[in-house]
């Protein structure tokens, strides 16, 4: 999936990659206990010294552009005004958010440019970093929406390098297969719940 945001000249891609999943499946009411409460999200700057206070602001205005997990990469020689900027949300850990936004980041900035930082990542409040399952803001909505709704058996499955899932009823090679359809071919799908 891919959003578009436009500001000014600037335009934001938001795509959504990856992910880390559960090494085991949870039940629903596991899931549900796993997972942070509503859509309220915190933002953080982790290394922007190089941008002054405006472009700080401008930065972490952001925020609210970008579904969780999100990140945003930026080369210190190159600042927050390049034609490819570029924010990756919707991924199942802050993890992937970072590794999507540097991956794009180090790909298009120039060859002589500084190594691309992480200066802001999105993550939903109350997300804790041991939880057994944590999920994009697309994904868990449609955990705690369709999913909840189906009749066991029934199967959710997510995608590590994609930030994709898929959801059916039935065991969970049907959820397996929509996962993988919805990433375009991911070969990487996991159940993550089940019941």
């Given at each position: 999936?891919?959003?578009?945001?436009?500001?000014?000249?600037?335009?934001?891609?938001?795509?959504?990659?990856?992910?880390?999943?559960?090494?085991?499946?949870?039940?629903?009411?596991?899931?549900?206990?796993?997972?942070?409460?509503?859509?309220?999200?915190?933002?953080?700057?982790?290394?922007?010294?190089?941008?002054?206070?405006?472009?700080q602001a401008i930065v972490l205005s952001l925020k609210?552009?970008?579904?969780?997990?999100?990140?945003?990469?930026?080369?210190?020689?190159?600042?927050?005004?390049?034609?490819?900027?570029?924010?990756?949300?919707?991924?199942?850990?802050?993890?992937?958010?970072?590794?999507?936004?540097?991956?794009?980041?180090?790909?298009?900035?120039?060859?002589?440019?500084?190594?691309?930082?992480?200066?802001?990542?999105?993550?939903?409040?109350?997300?804790?970093?041991?939880?057994?399952?944590?999920?994009?803001?697309?994904?868990?909505?449609?955990?705690?929406?369709?999913?909840?709704?189906?009749?066991?058996?029934?199967?959710?499955?997510?995608?590590?390098?994609?930030?994709?899932?898929?959801?059916?009823?039935?065991?969970?090679?049907?959820?397996?297969?929509?996962?993988?359809?919805?990433?375009?071919?991911?070969?990487?799908?996991?159940?993550?719940?089940?019941?």
């Open positions: 999936m891919v959003h578009t945001l436009r500001s000014g000249a600037m335009a934001l891609v938001l795509v959504g990659l990856a992910s880390s999943a559960a090494a085991e499946s949870l039940s629903f009411k596991e899931a549900r206990k796993a997972l942070p409460k509503g859509n309220r999200t915190v933002a953080e700057l982790p290394d922007a010294s190089f941008l002054d206070e405006k472009q609210d552009s970008i579904p969780y997990f999100g990140a945003l990469a930026l080369s210190p020689d190159e600042g927050l005004f390049v034609e490819w900027l570029n924010a990756s949300g919707q991924h199942h850990s802050i993890e992937a958010a970072r590794a999507a936004a540097l991956k794009h980041c180090d790909s298009n900035k120039k060859a002589s440019s500084a190594k691309c930082v992480v200066v802001l990542e999105v993550s939903p409040k109350g997300a804790k970093s041991n939880a057994p399952l944590s999920l994009s803001a697309e994904a868990a909505a449609a955990l705690r929406g369709n999913y909840r709704k189906l009749k066991a058996p029934k199967a959710f499955a997510i995608s590590p390098s994609q930030g994709t899932y898929g959801i059916a009823g039935g065991d969970g090679a049907r959820a397996l297969a929509a996962c993988a359809k919805s990433g375009a071919g991911a070969k990487d799908c996991v159940v993550a719940v089940a019941d």
